[in-house]
């Protein structure tokens, strides 16, 4: 069964922690990206990767890291620098050019995360 | 000019009839164009994608591109209470990044 995988699906953190949400996917996808989404502000893209051990900035990449060491696993962590984490978190992944899904990004079910 | 514009709504359509949904985009050079549906509280979904300038067709749904005018659509006919959602737009443009607008709402009237 393919796809992508987020989790957790809840995430609830306390201010000054650091947490790490899990993106993997089986679907052989070269690229994996991870957007932040707020009410009435659409995706906004925060890190992305082409390939393993390659990862390069979005728009609003202060405050998170992340990591590329296999190509099925993306990982983002959310630093205690990030000053308003709480919102939907997701992960997608886009197929290689040399196969037939290249254009066509999909999306994981997504992590809630709220700072309490 | 924003990248990519949609009207945030919300389109009122009534059950049964022909749901128009708009997009335009500012890269002249964008080559792909996908409509993503999405459910409150749930991840987009795609839904359809067009690469050519005309009408593609898939079940309800039909996708328009029109490439000089720098303008998609998404036709849904038969509209049904359970197509009531988000839906987004997305261009990939000549940095090879896809680029979402920040969507449609649409509520169909049962």
């Known amino acids: 069964d393919g796809g992508i995988t987020q989790s957790p699906k809840y995430l609830f953190r306390k201010e000054g922690q650091n947490v790490t949400l899990s993106c993997e996917q089986n679907?052989?996808?070269?690229?994996m990206y991870w957007y932040r989404q707020d009410p009435g502000q659409g995706l906004r893209l925060i890190y992305y990767?082409?390939?393993?051990?390659?990862?390069q900035k979005g728009d609003i990449a202060e405050g998170y890291s992340v990591s590329r060491e296999k190509k099925e696993s993306f990982p983002l962590t959310v630093t205690s620098a990030q000053k308003n984490p709480t919102a939907f978190y997701l992960c997608a992944s886009r197929g290689s050019r040399q196969g037939g899904s290249y254009n066509e990004q999909f999306f994981g079910p997504g992590t809630r995360l709220t700072v309490l | 000019q924003k990248e990519v514009e949609q009207n945030s709504g919300p389109l009122s359509v009534p059950e049964g009839a022909i749901a128009s949904l708009n997009c335009t985009y500012s890269d002249r050079v964008s080559q792909s164009f996908f409509w993503y549906r999405q459910y409150s509280g749930k991840s987009p979904e795609l839904i359809m994608s067009i690469y050519s300038n005309g009408d593609k067709e898939d079940g309800r749904f039909t996708a328009q591109l029109n490439k000089a005018s720098q303008y998609v659509s998404l036709l849904i006919r038969d509209s049904q209470p359970s197509d009531s959602a988000t839906y987004l737009c997305a261009v990939r443009n000549r940095d090879d990044k896809i680029i979402f607008g920040k969507g449609t709402r649409l509520h169909i009237l049962p």
């Open positions: 990767s082409q390939i393993v051990n390659d990862f």
């Open positions: 679907l052989n996808h070269d690229a």
